[in-house]
Nanobody, 126 residues
């Protein structure tokens, strides 16, 4: 059974940093594209960033480019999201997701991701 568990969410002041983690279990994730999405109250879930199975390629939403970095440690089956220069607009529940097809390409499309974690809350105060 696929399981994704996010952690690291917190309340932080604007300009601060956080690192989110997503621990995966149930399969070997080294062959799968993984991503982070977020959902603010009253808004649609939106793409944040994705990372290829090898970690060699990444893709980011324009709103976080240059501030957020996604990485992975395949030996630990864990994906990370380093968030710097946080803004109040980054406040949301952050979700980890994985595509079930091996060696799949990066995509921003939510429907292309098959498994999701329960989310972790990030709140940025002004």
């Amino acid at each position: 059974q696929v399981q994704l568990v996010e952690s690291g969410g917190a309340l932080v002041q604007a300009g601060g940093s956080l690192r989110l983690s997503c621990a995966a279990s149930g399969r070997t994730y080294s062959r799968y594209t993984m991503a982070w999405f977020r959902q603010a109250p009253g808004k649609e879930r939106e793409f944040v960033g994705a990372i290829s199975w090898s970690g060699g390629s990444t893709l980011y939403a324009d709103s976080v480019k240059g501030r957020f970095t996604i990485s992975r440690d395949n030996a630990k089956n864990t994906v990370y999201l380093q968030m710097n220069s946080l803004k109040p607009g980054d406040t949301a529940i952050y979700y980890c997701a994985v595509r079930s097809a091996i060696w799949s390409s990066l995509t921003t499309q939510r429907e292309m991701y098959d498994y999701w974690g329960q989310g972790t809350q990030v709140t940025v105060s002004s």
